[in-house]
């Protein structure tokens, strides 16, 4: 029983997510074939093939499959695991993945396994619920697992190394269900909040989206990314893909510096994994301070210029 | 257009939660329950839906306990127009429910189905998508904004990247994400009117439905505990912190 890694989409670069949960098809043993769909893919299934432990690289490369929407790729992907015969198929759980899995997993008549954190067996994982606030062991009786990979609980393979060999497989055609329309990205210089090492988040504390130059003037010292709470997206200060939490991005950086954020459970679901944490916050009661390594009682405004200050030194 | 929308009841999000000491699962005796978060945002978009004209009739579908005629009700005093509860005490995990929502679908012929984005017990993130399969029809899920043409819905998603619009071909299916809207608070009139809303109660066998777990849970356990740090006193003890003890900057 082989394993199939859906890429995460790329017209270059092999994504980290990517990287990540081969990191998780490592633990659960036997060789792994990548799926690389897209529009104008070549690149991106030469640079997978150079992954290190990859098999073979599935290319699908069409039209259909540009804006990689679910109804176009489920099929394909679903005929892919019948035609290969593999056991486990993989996504990262990102916001791709979380949408084609359970497409695909219907599709298979099977119960997908959603942001597995940790491999037991070929057929159990772990995986939390309640917001992090509880951790299943879970055991599938279904012939394929499909799986989604939290990014944060598995090591990245390594991106070169490999010497996979490339095929294309045919494409499944044009649903006709849906039509992509148009994307409004965020646009940033800074490290993307997933793979920084350092992140610096902002809360409702921060009162207005101005005032959240000013951390940006301290991810740039620290070559960190700029996170949020949903209340500060909710407020409009950053755009939606700031947020970190339960229903946001799963980030567990070296350090994650929290700004006038109080430390609700699901905001804490997406960061407590962190390795070192700090917490800037006024009120010395905020939640935060218990799982913050290092707090500081402060007015952001006064703490946050003046951290910058020092750690330009 | 009708518009279906599935609900769900769990704990209540300002719940804290407790794992069992004997690792069976979270302790559920005495806990407030309430209608999944994402879901109310679901029933308030059908109902604005229905307040723009857009929408005729708004019809509610739990599975769960007897209990669940109470979240019912609630989506009911927000507006909801009836409700249909498929009871059961078993455990049903988001295949099962996609399965039975695809029957009921078949019923009441739907052009779109709402649904929460997560069900915040067991976070999956897994139902809308699968009924989508299922029925064949297209998905919007992560919405953050739906609106309805002749013939398609527009619906913008929250994506990691940031926001991105597709079009989809009616029937569809479509999950609420947060920033979709802000529920609004029954009124105590709409309580009241909500009492005399329908509810049916539907038996699963009735439907075929087969809720035996295809994800068995071995067993439930804490999370690691993380260790409550220090407080400094001053932004130079936190930089020497970081710099000499955390060693991260
Ligand atoms: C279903 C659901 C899903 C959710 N998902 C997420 C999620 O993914 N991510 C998330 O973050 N939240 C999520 N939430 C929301 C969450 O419950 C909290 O409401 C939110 O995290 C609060 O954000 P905050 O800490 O910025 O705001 P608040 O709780 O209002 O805290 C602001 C903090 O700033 C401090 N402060 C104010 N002024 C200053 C100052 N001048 N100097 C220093 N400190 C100051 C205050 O003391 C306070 O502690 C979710 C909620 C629900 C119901
Ligand atoms: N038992 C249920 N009854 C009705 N709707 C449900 C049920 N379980 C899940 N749903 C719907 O599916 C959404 C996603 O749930 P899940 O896939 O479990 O995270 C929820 O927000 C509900 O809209």
């Given amino acids: 029983m082989s394993i199939l890694v859906i890429a995460e989409p790329s017209t270059g670069d092999v994504k980290k997510p990517t990287l990540t949960t081969l990191g998780a098809a490592a633990k659960i043993g036997g060789t792994a074939d990548v799926l690389v769909l897209g529009q104008g893919v070549a690149a991106a299934a030469d640079a997978t093939a150079k992954v290190a432990g990859v098999g073979t690289v599935l290319v699908a490369d069409a039209a259909e499959y540009a804006h990689a929407l679910a109804e176009n790729v489920a099929p394909l992907v679903a005929a892919a695991v019948k035609a290969g015969g593999y056991g486990h198929v993989l996504f990262a759980a990102t916001t791709f993945g979380k949408n084609v899995a359970p497409r695909v997993a219907a599709l298979l008549d099977v119960q997908p396994i959603s942001e597995i954190s940790a491999v037991v067996s070929a057929d159990t994982f772990e995986r939390p619920i309640y917001a992090g606030n509880a951790v299943a062991t879970v055991q599938s009786a279904d012939a394929v697992k499909v799986v989604t990979v939290r990014g944060t609980a598995f090591e990245a393979v390594a991106a070169t190394g490999g010497s996979g060999s490339v095929t294309a497989l045919a494409a499944t055609g044009e649903a006709g269900l849906s039509s992509f329309v148009s994307a409004e990205l965020t646009k940033s210089e800074r490290p993307e909040l997933t793979s920084a090492r350092v992140i610096v988040s902002g809360g409702r504390g921060m009162q207005s989206g101005d005032n959240f130059h000013m951390l940006d003037t301290l991810a740039d010292k620290l070559g960190a990314a700029v996170g949020a709470s949903r209340a500060a997206v909710d407020a409009g200060f950053v755009p939606n893909d700031y947020q970190v939490g339960q229903t946001g991005k799963i980030v567990a950086p070296e350090l994650y510096i929290a700004v006038g954020i109080s430390g609700a459970i699901q905001h804490l679901a997406g960061m407590k994994d962190s390795k070192v944490i700090v917490a800037i916050n006024k009120d010395e009661e905020a939640p935060i301070f218990q799982i913050a390594d290092y707090g500081l009682v402060a007015d952001l405004f006064k703490a946050v210029p003046e951290l910058t200050e020092a750690v330009s030194k | ?249």
């Fill in chain 2, 1 to 249: 257009m009708k518009i279906l929308v599935a609900v769900k009841r769990v704990v209540d999000y300002n719940v804290k939660i407790r794992v069992k000491p004997d690792n069976t699962g979270v302790e559920l005796a005495n806990v407030k329950m309430s209608m999944n978060p994402f879901d109310e945002i679901a029933v308030e978009e059908a109902v604005r839906l229905k307040e723009k004209g857009a929408a005729t009739e708004i019809v509610v579908v739990s599975i769960g306990p007897a209990s669940a005629q109470e979240t019912i009700r609630t989506a009911l005093a927000m507006g909801a127009d009836r409700g249909i509860l498929v009871q059961t005490d078993a455990e049903v995990q988001p295949l099962a429910v996609a399965k039975t929502l695809k029957t009921l679908v078949e019923k009441e012929q739907p052009q779109l189905v709402i649904l929460g984005k997560q069900a915040i017990d067991d976070d999956s993130n897994q139902t809308g998508q699968m009924l989508a399969a299922l029925l064949g029809w297209a998905q919007g899920t992560f919405a953050s904004k739906v609106e309805p043409a002749a013939g398609t819905v527009a619906v913008t998603r929250e994506v990691d990247g940031g926001l991105e619009t597709l079009s989809l071909k009616l029937p569809a299916i479509v999950t609420a994400d947060l920033r979709l809207n802000e529920p609004r608070y029954a009124s105590l009139p709409n309580i009241m009117k909500a009492k005399k809303k329908p509810i049916e109660t539907i038996d699963p066998a009735a439907l075929g439905a087969d809720f035996t777990p295809r994800l068995k849970t071995l067993k439930v356990t804490e999370p690691p505990k993380r260790q409550g740090g220090v407080k400094v006193g001053s932004v130079q003890e936190l930089v020497a912190k970081l710099r000499d003890e955390a060693r991260v900057i």
